[in-house]
């Protein structure tokens, strides 16, 4: 089993729709969890950390639940410019941070 | 603030070759991290270095190896270039070798070295 598993997608999306991501994870000593995003041939990006009561940063809602080991994110309102990869990341101790494959996201006019 | 640079953007080389890719850390930032990036893949740590020394490694043969200077620039070398090593190879510095936590002391990459292998 992967470490970090996400749905590579693509998401085709019109403007204006809800989309969700999830990802799963395989070692439940994990303690960090982010969301990267990465636009095409762009380097990664932070876009939000996942805190375990769950948080939201404007459109994007970011969710964690340990018992099933997974994290999601959730965008509302989509935007043409939310087109990008999400890389969903996780970190356990002191080891360097784990990245998923990604999952593609495109925003349709 | 200067953020993290990465030289060259773009290479090609062929099989057999040796490459040699630089990064310049963010200002007061002391850890470089480097990933290489596959066509459709996440990004794979490959080691990091803290004030000089290798402090951690993944899954990369010997023909991997790197170099961090005392202005905590640092160097990926690649020795003997295969087909599989074409990829986006990416640095990140980061302040400390202290594991990023709840967004604290977040990984900044630079924009990437795309290498390709004929």
């Known amino acids: 089993r992967k470490e970090v598993e996400q749905d590579p997608g693509p998401f085709n999306v019109p403007e204006g729709a809800t989309v969700a991501f999830n990802c799963t994870y395989s070692?439940?000593?994990?303690?960090?969890f982010f969301w990267y995003r990465q636009d095409c041939r762009k380097e990664p990006k932070l876009l939000m950390s996942v805190y375990s009561s769950g948080n939201e940063d404007g459109r994007f809602t970011a969710q964690l639940n340990r018992a099933s080991q997974y994290i999601s994110l959730l965008i509302r309102d989509s935007k043409l410019s939310d087109s990008a990869t999400y890389l969903c990341v996780v970190l356990w101790g002191n080891t360097p941070l784990v990245f998923g494959k990604g999952t593609r996201l495109s925003v349709i006019a | 603030e200067t953020g993290v640079t990465q030289s060259p953007t773009h290479l090609i080389k062929t099989r057999g070759q040796q490459v040699t890719l630089r990064c310049s850390s963010q200002s007061g930032h002391n850890t470089v991290s480097w990933y290489q990036q596959a066509l459709g893949q996440g990004p794979q740590f490959i080691f990091q270095?803290?004030?000089?020394?290798?402090?951690g490694r993944g899954n990369f043969p010997p023909r991997f190896s790197g170099l961090q200077f005392p202005n905590y620039s640092s160097e990926l070398n690649v020795n003997a270039l295969e087909l599989d090593d074409s990829a986006l190879y990416l640095c990140?510095?980061?302040?400390?070798?202290?594991?990023?936590?709840?967004?604290?002391?977040?990984?900044?990459f630079g924009a990437g070295s795309r290498l390709t292998v004929l």
């Open positions: 070692n439940s000593a994990s303690q960090s």
């Open positions: 990140a510095s980061s302040f400390d070798r202290a594991p990023p936590s709840s967004g604290a002391n977040v990984l900044t």
């Open positions: 270095y803290y004030r000089e020394e290798e402090n």
